[in-house]
């Protein structure tokens, strides 16, 4: 059973624009949801994470928006550059066995 | 350089042979984690280790050992690799109470 559904698995937005990827859970223990970059040969890296106490955080051109009645959190990248060409994950976290990720979001900035 | 260093960064391996991928981290992290990365479904927790000489099961753990003798190597053991092992493999750690998790490079593990 996957906790974390994340949609779309892929999205191409030019250069500009504000590519919006959205991830939903079930399971209201979740205290932690991260957002990971990862480019092709690398290993995921910690772009921004919320708490489910704010409703949303922004660092950079990166912003999480966070519905907790809805179970809802969504990543916005302002500005997008075709250097922000990558794929995505969301993750959330209630225990202690660590995070669930969701299964990724292909995302390409064309120029 | 601080991190986690990962090997080997890729392997071919035939079925039925025994298989350690090495992870190692001087962050002094107490958690640890092993993920296998497959297209399509995204990262999967295979084990854990929230503490020098604990381990836990992750999702997927059917295959896979694990132990943590210490603070700093989380080495993962496939005893006798199948054809669906293939995948690339994640380590990562974290420290108690910060959640941000810092991964390795991975391994890339083909089994023929």
């Known amino acids: 059973q996957q906790q974390v559904k994340q949609s779309p698995q892929s999205l191409i937005v030019q250069k500009g624009g504000i590519p919006i990827i959205n991830c939903a859970y079930e399971?209201?223990?979740?205290?932690?949801f991260p957002w990971y970059q990862q480019f092709p040969g690398k290993g995921p890296a910690l772009l921004i994470a919320i708490r489910p106490d704010v409703s949303e955080k922004k660092e950079g051109r990166f912003t999480i928006s966070f519905n907790k009645s809805a179970k809802q959190f969504s990543l916005h990248i302002m500005d997008s550059q075709p250097g922000d060409s990558a794929t995505y994950f969301c993750a959330a976290r209630g225990g202690a066995d660590g995070l669930t990720f969701g299964k990724g979001t292909h995302l390409i900035i064309q120029p | 350089i601080a991190g986690i260093t990962q090997a080997p960064t890729s392997q071919i391996l035939a079925a039925g042979r025994r298989m350690t991928l090495r992870c190692t981290q001087d962050m002094r992290h107490n958690a640890m984690y092993w993920y296998r990365q497959d297209l399509g479904l995204g990262l999967r927790l295979i084990h854990y280790?929230?503490?020098?000489?604990?381990?836990g099961k992750g999702e997927v753990p059917d295959g896979y050992s694990v132990s943590r003798a210490n603070t700093d190597d989380f080495p993962l053991t496939l005893a006798s690799a199948v054809p669906s092992q293939t995948s690339v493999y994640f380590c990562?750690?974290?420290?108690?109470?910060?959640?941000?998790?810092?991964f390795g490079s991975g391994t890339r593990l083909t089994v023929v």
């Open positions: 399971n209201t223990a979740f205290d932690y």
């Open positions: 280790s929230n503490t020098a000489g604990t381990t």
């Open positions: 990562a750690s974290s420290e108690t109470g910060y959640y941000g998790y810092t």
